[in-house]
């Protein structure tokens, strides 16, 4: 199968867990086989490698989460970058042009775009094979795939197919409706669409032509900015008269809100916390080093991060937005391809951060105009570079840099430091890279 | 008047903002009245001094509680340190002696005994000084306070007068009674018994020598580990005959749990929280630096500190201790003579604080024998001596101590520094003091 994963919309819909750079998909919040957690991301990922080990899989995202998709897959994961936004057609064609153009996948071959979102069985990708071989057959044009519902939601968009066969035409779709046209559609057996669908290239890229002037996948990306914004919706399914569904029955499940997510999760507490006998349905997620006390409640989610702590009614939680939009923007702990960091304290004119970088990483060789930094080594061997000299440090060692000196640390060992920044300005744009002299040899320890 | 304030009970009743090492009476709560937060401990003491400038206040407390009642009063604050818990005979004694033998009263002048922890008006004081002239009256020995009820409570001890009078003599005490039985006292006229009397020192004196064997306050601390356990029920009150109660019709309120701490706040945000419009009596106590987000909550007290965050039904939050008592004991924060200290870290092997010092404050001259440190300063002026080295520091300076060397700072204007731990073993125990071969000069700055 080919397979592009949309791994789109950062939001704070899980706010205090998901913020503007970490995305719902990246949260830990599922037991894998080993019985350790893993996001949507890496469930969705390894569910995919599991059905169909030889899968072309590309990542379909925005720059922003380039580093943390990079944590928690492979480094040679395939992902392709959406220079800016330009809605879901662009970004679609410009994912379909990876395959073909990067991965070299045949125009002919059907090619299958799913949301990385949704927690579902394995059968999920039983059908998504069924869609594949539907839309790989000449006379194909865009196969969708249909959830079968299991209440009449207000949620979800409808698809009306013209038979209750596992393959069926579509005789017209619904937007999301009110609760009696949702029950409506039900009886005239109605199908969630659940955003699943397939196509062969050369039909996108035929459609593509008509709409745009792009030669290639390097010259789409170059031109990508001064692309119109054209949603999939507009430029394919409305002026497409032959569209096909396939029906699945297995479980599926939208964990778009801390309701939804809770309901999903295979346990009541994630992290520290202590929940009285009295509680009812309540679930605690903390990410925070200290012990959660939950006493007397019902059908309440408690969430913690370094960003901010939820506490709510889980059935008042998807009204988040509105409350946790004005916060304060500065984002205080995510995961990157190098390892992570945390915000611990911020004091006047200062800012005291945890970072982690993993065996044979480095951040970038960079400096800032408008702050000092201290470095102290807590754990682990690495090396720094200052000013184009190289030292081997470990634990206990201090590296003092003033506002101006280039400064990077590649890890040999994992390296945990505590980096003390000192300024009238902070602030993350004060960052200006540079190329080391010499690359760093990949001494990765043991 | 001579009062002597009870200052007792660490605890975790309201944790997470009490622990063992802060008591409820030093959590800031309250306005004053400049609109600053002020805790119990500083409400009552300033109450006192209000009412009578020139009373002599002595705290009666245990020697984990000094650093904390220096940090909130005047360092030259009278404070009675009770070597070691002997319960309350022994403990009330030690202050009545520092007020006769170090603060040179009268053994003739009265003395009221109060705790430090209810929420009063002001009239409790005109109340107060109502005993202590009773007191005074040579035909008197114990005189205590009788708080008119509002409501048949099953929490306090009862005193049942002879007589309505504003001042009568007891006919009986009866202990925390059931529902009906606090009816069938309140049909008597009861009062609730809170904990507040006033006598003559001569009066105690001549019972306590006829107990222990002691010369004076001097000879009483050296030898106060070896004094029985004896209650000052059992001493004085189940003994005395003649005991009278003066009546308190005025605000009194017990601020002992979530619930009713929660009542006697004066607004429902003390830090940062958003509190969606569909919650209902809820409150927010947040002394962490990230906000609190509560949705859709009815009748919940959220309180978060260094320590930990609860979340809790405020009818059930007086059952709190039997989930609090086993968490980890490791302090994360406090309020101390010289300043404050804040966990911000604890990693394997290590530990990051920050450390903020009181101009003209230092810390105490010390060594580790199981651990490095590295303080980063991060604002403010200070000394700094290292193995009898002394420095001049400021924000940005950097001081690596290896295990074994001694070391202190002492703030000019307020510091504020980052401490780094680094050892196998990291205890609070692991701690010898120096004296200072030279004192450093008390260069307060501006």
Redo the contacts between chains.
């Keep these: 199968m080919n397979i592009i994963l949309l791994s789109g919309g950062s939001g704070k819909r899980l ?2 867990l998901s913020n503007d750079v970490r995305s719902k998909q990246f949260i830990k919040l599922f037991h894998d086989e080993n019985g350790h957690y893993e996001s949507m991301l890496q469930r969705v990922y390894h569910q995919i490698q599991k059905a169909d080990p030889k899968a072309n899989i590309v990542i379909a995202t925005s720059k922003s989460q380039v580093s943390s998709i990079h944590n928690q897959l492979d480094m040679d994961v395939s992902i392709s970058i959406e220079p800016c936004r330009r809605d879901t057609f662009p970004a679609i064609l410009l994912s379909t042009l990876y395959l073909t153009d990067v991965l070299g996948v045949s125009p002919q071959e059907p090619v299958v775009v799913c949301p990385v979102d949704p927690l579902v069985g394995d059968t999920y990708f039983t059908t998504m094979q069924t869609l594949a071989e539907q839309a790989g057959k000449p006379e194909s044009h865009l196969v969708l795939m249909g959830i079968e519902p299991s209440y009449p939601s207000e949620k979800y968009g409808y698809i009306i197919p013209n038979s209750n066969d596992v393959i069926s035409s579509v005789k017209t779709f619904k937007e999301k409706p009110d609760r009696a046209s949702a029950e409506n559609y039900l009886n005239q057996g109605a199908l969630w669409n659940a955003g699943v669908f397939a196509y062969r290239p050369e039909y996108i890229l035929a459609l593509a032509h008509e709409l745009l002037d792009f030669v290639d996948y390097y010259d789409l990306f170059d031109r990508y900015e001064t692309l119109e914004k054209i949603s999939f919706d507009y430029a394919v399914v409305e002026k497409e008269p032959v569209i096909q569904v396939v029906r699945y029955p297995g479980e599926w499940k939208d964990v778009g809100t801390w309701n939804t997510l809770t309901e999903a999760m295979d346990e009541t507490i994630i992290g520290e916390a ?1 929940i ?1 006998d ?1 509680c009812e349905n309540v679930h605690v997620i903390n990410e ?10 019902k059908n ?1 989610v ?1 969430a ?1 991060s ?8 889980k ?3 998807d ?2 937005k509105p ?2 939009e004005n ?2 923007q500065n984002i ?1 702990f995510a995961d990157k391809s190098w390892g992570s960091f ?1 915000v ?7 800012m ?1 951060i ?1 970072l982690t970088i993993k065996p044979g990483h480095s951040l970038s060789y960079h400096s800032h105009v408008h702050r ?1 930094e ?1 470095w ?1 080594i ?2 682990g061997e690495g090396t720094t570079v200052v000013d184009d000299m190289e030292q081997l440090v470990h ?2 060692d ?1 590296i ?1 840099m003033q506002a101006g000196c280039r400064h990077t640390i590649q890890a040999i060992t994992e390296v ?1 430091l ?1 980096e ?1 920044q ?1 300024g009238e300005e902070i602030s993350v744009y004060d960052k200006e890279k540079y190329k080391l002299k010499r690359a760093l040899s990949p001494k990765t320890g043991q």
């Design positions: 706010w205090p202590i009285s009295d925070l080093g200290v012990p959660i006390v939950a006493m007397g409640l309440v408690l913690a370094p960003e901010g702590i939820l506490v709510s009614d059935d008042q939680s009204k988040i409350y946790v916060l304060n205080r945390q611990l304290a911020v004091d006047e004119d200062s005291t945890r000092d201290v102290t807590l754990s634990g206990g201090v003092a945990t505590i003390i000192r």
